[in-house]
C-alpha cells in the first residue's frame, strides 16, 4: 500500500504567502516531475503546526534518488523560504488501513479538510487496535461526513530527519470542515491508558485551490 509522509513547519505570518508562491509554483511542479503521486498542503485552524504538507508515494525508494536529491540542488528558491520556519517535522507512514477499501491502487488524496489524531498505543498486540476501527469506528467517522479513514503507522522520519511524532496517525478526509475530533477520547475509553502522547491537526487545503471554496 502507498506510503503517506508528512512535513510540518510553523512559519512567521508574514511569509505564508511567499511559501505559498513556491509551493505551488516550483516545489510542487518539482516532486511531480520526479515522481510522487499526490501532493497537497495544508493551513491548520488548531492543533499542531502551521502548515502541514500531505504526500503519497509508491515507495521511500524515491528518497534515495538522485532525482530527489536534485530537487533541492536545482531549487534557487528554496533555502530563502525554509529557513524561515520556527519548528519542523517529517514523517514517513505505512498505511494500515484504508476505508472504504480501495478499489485498486491509485492514488487516493483529495480533500478540502483533513483531521489527523496521532497517539501512541502501547499495546501487545497491534491487531486489537485495528480490529477496533474495522469493527465499527471507521465507519463512525465516515458517518459523521468523512470521505475517507486511514489509519496509518509511522516507520521513520523523512529523508535526512528524525521524527518525534507518535507512532500512529489517524487521518480522515472531509469535503467540509470536520464535525467529529473525539477518535481520541474513544480510544482512551476502550483502551485506557495504552493510549498517550496524543496530537492533532485540523486544516483546510491551500494547494491545489479547493472544490468547494466556500467551505473555507
Not at 500500500?1 to 505559498?20: G, H, V, W
Request: charged content about 25%.
Amino acid at each position: 500500500m502507498r506510503k503517506l509522509y508528512t512535513s510540518e513547519l510553523e512559519l512567521p505570518e508574514e511569509y505564508l504567502d511567499a511559501f505559498l508562491q513556491w509551493y505551488a509554483f516550483r516545489h510542487a511542479p518539482d516532486i511531480y516531475q520526479i515522481g510522487f503521486d499526490v501532493c497537497t498542503s495544508y493551513r491548520a485552524i488548531e492543533g499542531d503546526m502551521m502548515i502541514l504538507d500531505l504526500y503519497e508515494i509508491s515507495s521511500t525508494d524515491i528518497f534515495d534518488t538522485a532525482e530527489y536529491r536534485g530537487v533541492a540542488q536545482m531549487d534557487p528558491y528554496s533555502a530563502a523560504i525554509l529557513e524561515r520556519r520556527t519548528r519542523k517535522a517529517h514523517s514517513v507512514y505505512t498505511q494500515v488501513q484504508v476505508f472504504p477499501t480501495p478499489v485498486d491502487d491509485r492514488p487516493l488524496l483529495n480533500a478540502d479538510w483533513i483531521n489527523i489524531e496521532r497517539f501512541d498505543c502501547e499495546l501487545p498486540d497491534t491487531g486489537a487496535l485495528e480490529s477496533y476501527f474495522a469493527d465499527g469506528e471507521a465507519e463512525r467517522i465516515l458517518l459523521a461526513g468523512a470521505k475517507r479513514v486511514r489509519l496509518a503507522s509511522r516507520t521513520k522520519g523523512g529523508p535526512k530527519h528524525v521524527s518525534n511524532r507518535p507512532r500512529w496517525m489517524l487521518l480522515s478526509e472531509w469535503p467540509h470542515r470536520p464535525t467529529r475530533h473525539d477518535a481520541i477520547q474513544r480510544l482512551q475509553a476502550r483502551f485506557g491508558d495504552g493510549v498517550v502522547n496524543q496530537s492533532f491537526f485540523t486544516g483546510y487545503r491551500l494547494f491545489p485551490w479547493m472544490d468547494r471554496p466556500e467551505v473555507a
